[in-house]
């Protein structure tokens, strides 16, 4: 599934081709994603322009005269801005159709991405809208910060890993970047999100931020259903140090990674540097 950092990634290769472009009209050719895009969708936005686009966690949203497009990627979902009338390859389920004679394309194999329609402007569907209402603070914000996970994790007994990736927490920390965080942090991943401290959360924090926005600045992190809006693969697996590579020495101090299942998911950590 594309990452925070892929979707931010997406964000910004696509926000100058979008911004003050008037949509001329909006085609599916398929609405059986997750949820159905109902079929008023596409008068709803047909003569609107294009006024702002924005994320929060892994939606992006795309803001209108009136109104909003909320968009997620699901598991294998990704967006080009391309000729208007280039011919559409297997899986392209969307095209927003804009005034300059491009298009934004939604290319989705699997089908669990969203195209969903708000009343509301991007700030406050934000608030109000059912998916993203509930959501916990954006890593790279001044809400985040240890004290926040300390607060939170006082009547928790679930392990840290789990903990920051719970959307209610914090939003946007997948399985890759807990792992990753959790080892420059010298976390354990099993770790009992209660029985760590405050100043131990506060390191938490800096080193999440540090791999998100390095993860950014590469351009995400290379996955087999992902690309940037470019077409060009994201590197920043080359800079993976734990996520798969169990067996593998540890860069800090050699010894071999381990491997186990934490709330349903994989998690690779070196015994040795983390406790």
Same mark, same amino acid.
């Given at each position: 599934?594309? /990452?925070?950092?892929? *979707?931010?990634?997406?964000? &910004?290769?696509?926000?100058?081709?979008?911004? =003050? &472009?008037?949509?001329?009209?909006?085609? !599916?050719?398929?609405?059986?994603?997750?949820?159905?895009?109902?079929?008023?969708?596409?008068?709803?936005?047909?003569?609107?322009? #294009?006024?702002?686009?924005?994320?929060?966690?892994?939606?992006?949203?795309?803001? $209108?005269?009136? %109104?909003? @497009?909320?968009?997620?990627? %699901?598991m294998?979902?990704?967006?080009r801005? !391309?000729?208007?009338?280039? +011919?559409?390859?297997?899986?392209?389920?969307v095209?927003?159709?804009?005034?300059?004679?491009?298009?934004?394309?939604f290319?989705? +194999?699997?089908?669990?991405?969203?195209?969903?329609?708000?009343?509301?402007? +991007? /700030? @406050?569907a934000? $608030?109000?809208?059912?998916?993203?209402?509930?959501? =916990?603070?954006?890593?790279?914000?001044?809400?985040?910060?240890? %004290?926040?996970?300390y &607060?939170?994790? &006082?009547?928790?007994? #679930?392990? #840290?890993?789990?903990?920051?990736?719970?959307?209610? !927490?914090?939003?946007?920390? %997948?399985?890759?970047?807990?792992?990753?965080?959790?080892? $420059?942090?010298?976390?354990?991943?099993?770790?009992?999100?209660?029985?760590?401290?405050?100043?131990?959360?506060?390191?938490? *924090?800096? *080193?999440?931020?540090?791999?998100?926005?390095?993860?950014?600045?590469?351009?995400?992190?290379?996955?087999?259903?992902? !690309?940037?809006?470019?077409?060009?693969? =994201?590197?920043?697996?080359?800079?993976?140090? #734990?996520?798969?590579?169990? =067996?593998?020495?540890?860069?800090?101090?050699?010894?071999?990674l381990?491997?186990?299942?934490?709330?349903?998911?994989?998690?690779?950590?070196?015994?040795?540097?983390?406790?």
């Amino acid at each position: 599934m594309p /990452e925070l950092p892929e *979707v931010e990634t997406t964000l &910004r290769g696509i926000r100058p081709r979008l911004e =003050g &472009r008037r949509i001329d009209r909006l085609l !599916v050719r398929e609405p059986r994603l997750r949820q159905p895009i109902p079929p008023e969708t596409a008068a709803l936005v047909a003569g609107q322009t #294009v006024g702002s686009l924005s994320r929060r966690s892994k939606y992006l949203l795309i803001g $209108l005269d009136r %109104g909003s @497009l909320i968009l997620h990627l %699901g598991m294998s979902g990704s967006l080009r801005v !391309v000729d208007a009338e280039s +011919p559409p390859k297997r899986h392209d389920h969307v095209d927003l159709a804009l005034s300059d004679g491009h298009c934004l394309r939604f290319h989705d +194999p699997r089908r669990f991405g969203l195209l969903l329609w708000s009343e509301d402007s +991007p /700030e @406050l569907a934000g $608030l109000r809208h059912p998916l993203l209402s509930r959501l =916990g603070p954006e890593p790279l914000d001044a809400a985040f910060d240890g %004290g926040h996970l300390y &607060r939170l994790s &006082r009547q928790r007994r #679930v392990a #840290v890993k789990s903990f920051l990736m719970d959307a209610a !927490v914090v939003v946007g920390i %997948g399985n890759i970047y807990a792992n990753e965080s959790l080892f $420059l942090a010298r976390i354990h991943p099993a770790r009992a999100c209660h029985r760590i401290g405050l100043d131990r959360y506060g390191r938490l *924090v800096e *080193v999440v931020r540090a791999v998100l926005q390095a993860s950014i600045t590469q351009g995400g992190t290379t996955l087999r259903d992902f !690309v940037k809006d470019d077409g060009n693969p =994201g590197y920043f697996a080359q800079s993976l140090r #734990v996520y798969g590579r169990a =067996g593998e020495p540890c860069v800090q101090c050699g010894t071999p990674l381990r491997q186990q299942r934490i709330g349903q998911r994989s998690s690779f950590y070196c015994p040795r540097c983390q406790h």
